[in-house]
Every structure is written in C-alpha cells, then in structure tokens.
C-alpha cells in the first residue's frame, strides 16, 4: 500500500495553533505557535485518505484541501470543540500548544494604566490531551506533542506516561530553525517502548512521516 492510502476509512482529529487567553478587550495571552506544523499534520493526513478535523487556534493559515476546519480562540473553546467532535474519531492528534494558564478572569473594559505595577492572576487551563486520552470516547491512537528546550527522552517520556498516550512527538525549540515559527522541523518520536527520529525537513514531510507511524500503530491496534 502507497502511503496515499494509508488512512483510509480513518477519522483523525488535529488541534493546531497558539490559544489566545483575553485579559481584557484589547490584551491577551498567546504564544509563539505558528500553527504551521498541525495544519500540514491535517493536509497530510487528508492526503492519505484520512477525514480530517482540524480544530484551530488563532492562525491565518488557508484550510488545507479536504479538511474541516472549526476555529476557536482560547483554550476552554479548544477543549468544547475537541469533546464535541471526539465521538467516532480514531486519531487525536494535539499539536496545539494550548495556553497553560489563563486569566481568572477578563475585564470587560480596557484595564486603566493606573498603578506602577498590575498583578495578573492566572488559573491552570484544563489539559484536553490528557482528557481526552482519559476519555469514554478515547480514540485508538492519542498523540501529544512536547516542546522542549533540553533533556527531551525525560521530558517526553514522562508527558507520554503522566497523560496516559500512545505517542508523544517531541522536538528541541532551542535549536535553531526548528519548531515554533519555522517551515522546517525534527521531531523524536517515543512510544512505551520505542523512540524513533524524523530528520530535519519542511514540515510537510515531516508531518507525513509522523502519520506513517501513526498508520503503523493502528495497524497493530486493530
Ligand atoms: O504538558 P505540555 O503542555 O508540555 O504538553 C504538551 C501537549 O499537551 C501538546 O500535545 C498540547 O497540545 C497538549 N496540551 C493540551 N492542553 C493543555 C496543555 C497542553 O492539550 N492545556
């Protein structure tokens, strides 16, 4: 079988993109997440015959050819669309790099530039990989990924046990060229009992080559 057709029949679902935490009308929390690398996951997964979901954050990147796309903005909204859309899905795929932490609460007004200093609460955001790989609806394969900025095979190791998955991807952001904001990306790849390297590349090819092990695993999972 040609990689063209080894998600066929499958339903994968991709969560893509920063999350955006409003601290008031005009302010709010984000990160460096491009969004680039879930959404070539969802194109690629398409390509090989996958029905696609692609939930995203805030990005302005096209929807890839033959993906559905539903867009949200923070991470609660992330969580509802990715419980919503769970039921029947064979793959999650969480490329999102969710928010940790969010305001407890936004102001509805512009916050005034009053005192020398502004003291920002923030509240932990619900970890939807995690719950989802703890979830009635669990699909067969949940993947993770782990942005890293050193000691990879114990961060990665211990998100892959901690959250319950069967893959976790993980990539060293401290490297430059690779990861948040680039086209290129490498990524080691680790289940309970293997680890495997996805050379540098665009992340297109990368994204293929992840999918490939992820068409592997539910081969064995049938
Ligand atoms: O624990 P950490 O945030 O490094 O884990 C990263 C992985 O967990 C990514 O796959 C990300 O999409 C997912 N995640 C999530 N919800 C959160 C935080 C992370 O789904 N609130």
Same mark, same amino acid.
């Given at each position: 079988m040609t990689d063209n057709a080894r998600l066929a029949g499958m339903r994968l679902l991709v969560s893509a993109g920063p999350t955006f935490e409003d601290i008031d009308p005009v302010r709010f929390l984000g990160n460096r997440s491009s969004g680039k690398m879930g959404f070539a996951l969802a194109a690629e997964a398409a390509a090989m015959g996958a029905q696609v979901t692609l939930i995203a954050g805030p990005v302005a990147l096209p929807t890839p050819a033959g993906v559905r796309r539903i867009d949200v903005r923070r991470a609660l909204e992330m969580r509802t669309a990715v419980l919503a859309e769970? *039921? @029947?899905? +064979?793959v999650f795929v969480a490329a999102a790099a969710v928010a940790d932490y969010m305001p407890e609460h936004t102001a509805a007004q512009k916050i005034k530039k009053t005192g020398d200093t502004l003291t920002l609460v923030l509240v932990k955001t619900p970890d939807i990989l995690a719950e989802v790989a703890g979830?009635?609806?669990? *699909?067969r394969c949940v993947v993770g990924f782990a942005a890293e900025t050193g000691d990879l095979e114990r961060y990665a190791l211990g998100k892959l046990r901690e959250k319950r998955l069967d893959m976790i991807a993980a990539n +060293? %952001?401290?490297? *430059? @060229? %690779? @990861?948040?904001?680039?086209d290129d990306n490498a990524l080691s790849v680790f289940t309970a009992d293997a680890r495997q390297e996805i050379p540098f590349g665009p992340k297109s090819q990368v994204a293929r080559a992840l999918l490939v092990l992820v068409a592997d695993r539910l081969d064995l999972k049938l």
């Open positions: 769970l *039921p @029947g899905q +064979d979830h009635p609806e669990r *699909p +060293d %952001v401290s490297q *430059p @060229g %690779v @990861g948040f904001e680039c």
